[in-house]
């Protein structure tokens, strides 16, 4: 029945499936619109914002958004970012000596080691948050009294030692040379007044020092490597193949030793 009414009325067949067209395109466009307002966040029926007029809304309200995406963005970077190796080295291929850290000190407090005739014992003021407790076997070389209040550098860098019962934590560094009678001299590399407690040493004509951990010190045996070319000039500077101990007032000296071996 439904057939012979189709064929017998051509017309109003073709206008009814063009009315089922229309019908089917007006689906699928309110469905397109509907995807996109859930993508936008947007109630549906509500406007599209205005682009300007939400820049201003953020720039009035600080930007809370934005600066919510740029967390976000920052926290993505970091977890992106490859973890840098447990104890790698600073730089392994910088000079031998940048791999020490040189610190400006001063002895603040002296003792005889109680269990070792040639071993004081000593607190030292490195501009850190307590002294230093180290051990140097300088009393044969001086008396508490040139000692106490002694500017001086440490080798900060070291593993503690315990030295007959005593916890070492790192060594002065001093220059020596053998008198004609035979006997050792011996005298401690100094900085320069103006140099404060607690600044690190460079080195003139080498690259700003990125020193190694102790660890990594002891292994690879820096300081015994370093030994050879440290040395103090015909002007009492001390220096590491001839260049300088620097402090930012200027040189680190002995008082009086020229060509002597640091250590």
Not at 37 to 50: Q, R, S, T, V
Not at 164 to 187: N, Q, R, Y
Not at 204 to 209: A, R, S, V
Request: proline letters at 6%.
């Amino acid at each position: 029945f439904l057939l012979h009414r189709l064929a017998s009325h051509p017309t109003q067949h073709r206008r009814n499936i063009k009315i089922f067209k229309m019908a089917n395109a007006m689906d699928m466009l309110d469905e397109a619109i509907a995807d996109l307002e859930a993508k936008l966040g947007l109630a549906p029926g509500a406007p599209i914002p205005n682009k300007s007029a939400s820049a201003g809304k953020k720039s009035a309200g600080g930007q809370k958004g934005g600066k919510k995406n740029d967390d976000k963005k920052k926290k993505k970077a970091k977890q992106q970012q490859p973890a840098k190796a447990k104890n790698a080295p600073a730089n392994a291929d910088q000079p031998e000596i940048c791999k020490l850290e040189f610190k400006v000190g001063q002895i603040s407090k002296v003792w005889n080691h109680p269990d070792a005739d040639k071993l004081y014992c000593e607190e030292i003021e490195c501009g850190e948050e307590e002294p230093r407790q180290i051990a140097s076997g300088l009393r044969p070389h001086y008396d508490e009294a040139g000692m106490l209040g002694r500017r001086l550098l440490v080798v900060a860098n070291l593993k503690a030692k315990n030295l007959k019962g005593f916890k070492s934590h790192g060594m002065v560094l001093c220059a020596a040379e053998t008198k004609e009678d035979g006997s050792e001299l011996v005298e401690f590399i100094e900085p320069p007044e103006g140099a404060p407690l607690g600044e690190i040493i460079t080195f003139e004509g080498l690259p700003t020092p990125e020193p190694f951990s102790a660890s990594q010190v002891e292994k690879k045996k820096v300081f015994a490597a370093c030994m050879d070319g440290m040395k103090t000039k015909d002007d009492c500077v001390a220096a590491w193949n001839g260049h300088a101990f620097m402090t930012s007032a200027g040189p680190c000296k002995s008082k009086t030793i020229k060509g002597g071996v640091m250590r």
